[in-house]
């Protein structure tokens, strides 16, 4: 799928969009179409890291259970 990540300069908004053919992409917040278009493919917040196995069985893993 072709996502492709988008800075609004209106807004100082990043943000991802599918973006099919020559379609043109709006900014989601302003509906602005003067965007820049950002180089890398699919940005995505970096995870919270997990404690490593300290609660792969607690019912909040990966929801920022910190093994407590
Ligand atoms: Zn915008």
Same mark, same amino acid.
């Given at each position: 799928?072709?996502?492709?990540?988008?800075?609004?300069?209106?807004?100082? *908004?990043?943000?991802?969009?599918?973006?099919?053919?020559?379609?043109?992409? &709006? #900014? /989601?917040?302003? =509906? @602005?179409?003067?965007?820049?278009?950002?180089?890398?493919?699919?940005? *995505?917040?970096?995870?919270?890291?997990?404690?490593?196995?300290?609660?792969? &069985? #607690? /019912?909040?893993? =990966? @929801?920022?259970?910190?093994?407590?």
């Amino acid at each position: 799928m072709p996502f492709f990540s988008y800075h609004c300069p209106a807004r100082d *908004r990043t943000f991802e969009t599918l973006v099919i053919g020559s379609e043109q992409p &709006a #900014c /989601p917040d302003c =509906g @602005g179409t003067d965007l820049e278009k950002l180089l890398s493919l699919v940005t *995505r917040e970096p995870r919270i890291a997990e404690p490593a196995g300290a609660c792969a &069985a #607690c /019912p909040t893993y =990966g @929801g920022g259970c910190m093994g407590g």
